[in-house]
């Protein structure tokens, strides 16, 4: 059982790496790349591709013994998919309706912004605390 752990252990930092690291991939994405469309789908697929991994690191997570301690993973997980099946719809039917809710575009941009943040952060202080042990 210590195997698995520590693999788990190492799955959870991986998670929080790649988490961290599409925050400033994106960043250069958009600064790199002169149509913002192109950029923009890209960035689009990255963060799906974080919703999905977060789901299968919190559901590898239910399968430990120590699940329970696991809580802020499951926060950050929570958050990307509210992100990725909640916000992502809203933001794209803004885009094209110019607002959704009285919100614009770019307001629905900055709530998913905040979210995917507090997902970094809950992974962090996932890792700081130790919890998941």
Not at 40 to 62: I, S
Not at 105 to 130: D, N, P, Q, R, T
């Amino acid at each position: 059982m210590n195997v698995i752990r520590s693999l788990f252990r190492v799955l959870l930092v991986l998670w929080a790496g790649s988490l961290w690291s599409v925050n400033w991939v994106t960043w250069i994405l958009f600064h790199a790349q002169n149509d913002r469309h192109a950029a923009g789908v890209v960035a689009g697929q990255l963060f799906t591709v974080e919703a999905y991994v977060g789901l299968g690191v919190a559901a590898l997570a239910l399968l430990l013994p120590g699940r329970s301690k696991f809580v802020w993973g499951y926060v950050a997980a929570a958050l990307l998919a509210v992100n990725q099946w909640v916000l992502r719809p809203v933001m794209a039917s803004a885009h094209i309706r110019g607002a959704v809710a009285g919100l614009s575009f770019g307001a629905w941009h900055g709530v998913s912004a905040v979210l995917y943040v507090l997902a970094c952060l809950a992974v962090l202080l996932l890792i700081w605390k130790e919890d998941f042990r």
